[in-house]
C-alpha cells in the first residue's frame, strides 16, 4: 500500500443496483494507493445502507470509509453528483459509475498529473471491453467534432498513446480538485441519463483549469445492457444536448456556428450510416424537440 498526502474521495451514483456496485467497491479496496472515503449517493425509492456498512470491504488492507446517501428526490445524475460532491471530503473527488472497475494501479499512475498546480482535472483511459469500436465512427469523432466540440477525450481513448495527455474535455469517470468545486457544479437542469453531462461539466472547468488523460490509468466499464438507451433516444439525446450546450458555453462566431451546424450534418449522416430507423427518428425527434423547446432551452431527456 502506498502511503500519499493526498486524501482521494470517491463518489458513486446508483439507484437500487447494490449487487452490480460490489464490483467497483472490490476494485477501490485493490487499488495500491490509500483512498480516503466512498460516498455512494442512492436514488432508489428503498434505502440500501444496510449493503454498505463500513466492514464492507472486509480485511482488504485498503479500507475507506463509507458515507452512504440515501435521495430518492434527486433527479438524475447531476443532482447526485452534486450531493456526492457536498459530502465528500477529500482534496481529490473521483466520479465513478457503479458499473465500472478501476485498475489496481489507477490512482497510482493517474496522481502524478497532479503534481502541477494548474492541473483541475484528470481521466485515465477508459475502456469498455464489449464495446466495438468501427474504423467509421473514429472518422466521425475526428472528421464532424470540430472546433469548439473536438473530443479529445474520445480521440485519445481511440487511440491511446503514451504519457499524459492534455484534454478540452474528461469522461464521467472523472477526478477533480476540491478547489474546482468551488466555481463548478454539474448542471442540474441535464436531468435522467442525458448525454452530454460529463461535457458540459468538464468544457466549463476545462477554461480556466488544465484537463489531463493519463492512459497508462485504466478503467474498465461494463454497461448493463437493461442501463442502455435505445437507439433513438441515444441519438435524440445527443442533437438536444449539443443545442443546449452550444447555446449555454459556446461563443456565438461564425466558425461555432459553422462547427455547430457541421455537427448536425454528422448527427444525420451517422444515423442513416447506422442502416437503423430508429437511429433516424432519434434524430429528428431532438430536431423537433429543439424547435418545441427552445424558448426555454431546457434539456429534459424525456423525449
Known sequence: ?????????????????????????????????????????????????????????????????????????????????????????????????????????????????????????ASGHVIEPTRKVSALKRVFFRFFYIGSFRQIREETFLRPGIGPKRSNILPGVGIYRREVFDSFLFDENLTGPCSGEDVEFSYRVGKIWKLMIEPSAKVYHYPSPSERLSTRRNFANKVTFYYYHFHKNIDKTLLAWIAYIWLNIGFVLHSLTTMRGSAVWGVCDGLWSILHESSNRKISPGI
Open 1 to 121: 500500500m502506498i502511503e500519499t498526502n493526498i486524501d482521494i474521495s470517491l463518489v458513486i451514483p446508483t439507484k437500487g443496483r447494490a449487487d452490480a456496485i460490489g464490483n467497483a467497491l472490490t476494485s477501490i479496496s485493490l487499488q495500491s494507493v490509500n483512498v480516503r472515503e466512498v460516498v455512494i449517493v442512492d436514488g432508489s425509492p428503498q434505502s440500501m445502507k444496510d449493503h454498505f456498512s463500513d466492514n464492507v470491504f472486509g480485511d482488504c488492507p485498503n479500507n475507506p470509509c463509507i458515507i452512504y446517501c440515501h435521495a430518492p428526490e434527486d433527479h438524475g445524475l447531476t443532482a447526485a453528483r452534486n450531493r456526492g460532491i457536498r459530502a465528500s471530503s477529500g482534496s481529490l473527488v473521483q466520479f465513478l459509475d457503479d458499473d465500472a472497475v478501476l485498475d489496481p494501479e489507477y490512482f497510482r499512475r493517474l496522481l502524478p498529473v497532479f503534481d502541477s498546480p494548474d492541473v483541475g482535472g
